[in-house]
């Protein structure tokens, strides 16, 4: 009776030492999933280093009362993004799913028609309510809440 091979089961090599594991991670690990995994933390790494970086900046360059100002903008502006971003990830998902190119094509449209739709409308709702916005988040004036309905329009559909 034969003790089944632990490479064959585990898809590892038996010998454990660090040259075999730089192997693996260059091979792209055991289903080449690990490589993907790396690139999108290092990507999100970078990511967040760099808006921390940005932050420091500006809140430097503008004192505490602009860049809070700025800052409530920016929120506003992601959480209008949630939006976008949630159409990006349903057309990804079902036009991942579909096989026919044609079906794909008619999903595109049809959920790009929709997102412009949607975007169209956030952005008018967040221009019109830029004043009682402002109050809410003790803003001296509209303008932050208007550039933030501004940034929507230009990421409508993401």
């Known amino acids: 009776m034969s003790v089944p091979n632990e490479q064959a089961l585990t898809g590892w ?5 660090v040259s075999t594991g730089f192997k693996i991670l260059k091979a792209g690990g ?3 999933v690990l490589t993907g ?3 999108m933390l290092a990507g999100s790494a970078f990511v ?10 500006v809140a430097h360059l503008l004192g505490p009362g602009d860049f809070s100002q700025a800052a409530a903008a920016v ?3 992601m959480l ?4 976008n971003l949630a159409f990006q990830l349903v057309s990804a998902k079902l036009i991942a799913r579909t096989e026919v190119a044609a079906t794909k094509a ?3 449209q049809s959920l790009m028609k929709r997102a412009w739709m949607v975007g169209a409308m956030l952005t008018v709702t967040l221009f019109a309510l830029r004043t009682p916005l402002a109050s809410y988040l003790r803003l001296p004036d509209a303008t932050a809440a208007a550039a933030a309905s501004g940034g ?5 559909c993401g």
Do not use: D, R, V
Not at 13 to 17: G, L, R, S
Not at 48 to 57: D, E, L, V
Not at 80 to 83: L, N
């Open 30 to 32: 055991a289903n080449g």
């Open 13 to 17: 090599p038996q010998e454990k030492n």
């Open 106 to 108: 008619a999903i595109y």
């Open 37 to 39: 995994s790396m690139i």
């Open 75 to 77: 929120t506003l502006l």
């Open 80 to 83: 209008a993004s949630c939006i």
């Open 48 to 57: 967040s280093i760099a808006n921390f970086g940005y932050n420091i900046g």
């Open 152 to 156: 929507n329009a230009s990421g409508a």
